[in-house]
Nanobody, 125 residues
Framework: QVHVRESGGGPVQAGGSLRLSCTAS????????MGWFRQSPGEQREFVAY????????FYGRSVKGRFTISRDSAKNTVTLQMTDLKSDDAAVYYC??????????????????WGQGTQVTVSS
């Protein structure tokens, strides 16, 4: 059983930065693709960022591109999301997710198998 745990959320002022981390443990002989999603109350889960198992392929949601950076340490099955120039619209619960490599589009939540419990990011103006 794979367990996914996020950390690093919290309050931040608009324009500030925050780094989220995600660690996968258990059953991690497979190098999973990893992604970040976020969800605000009453909203659908939104794709934020994706990185493949090798760390060489990444892509981002339109609203965060240029401000967020995803990176990973494949040897440790960890991924970080560096968030800069945070805006009020970035406030949400952020989820880390894992999926088997080579699956369907990495922007679809349905393509991910394992999810963390989420970490709250609050942005104040």
């Amino acid at each position: 059983q794979v367990h996914v745990r996020e950390s690093g959320g919290g309050p931040v002022q608009a324009g500030g930065s925050l780094r989220l981390s995600c660690t996968a443990s258990g059953g991690t002989q497979i190098t999973y693709d990893m992604g970040w999603f976020r969800q605000s109350p009453g909203e659908q889960r939104e794709f934020v960022a994706y990185v493949d198992g090798s760390g060489s392929s990444t892509f981002y949601g339109r609203s965060v591109k240029g401000r967020f950076t995803i990176s990973r340490d494949s040897a440790k099955n960890t991924v970080t999301l560096q968030m800069t120039d945070l805006k009020s619209d970035d406030a949400a619960v952020y989820y880390c997710a894992l999926r088997l490599p080579g699956g369907a589009s990495g922007i679809l939540p349905s393509s991910y198998t394992y999810w963390g419990q989420g970490t709250q990011v609050t942005v104040s103006s």
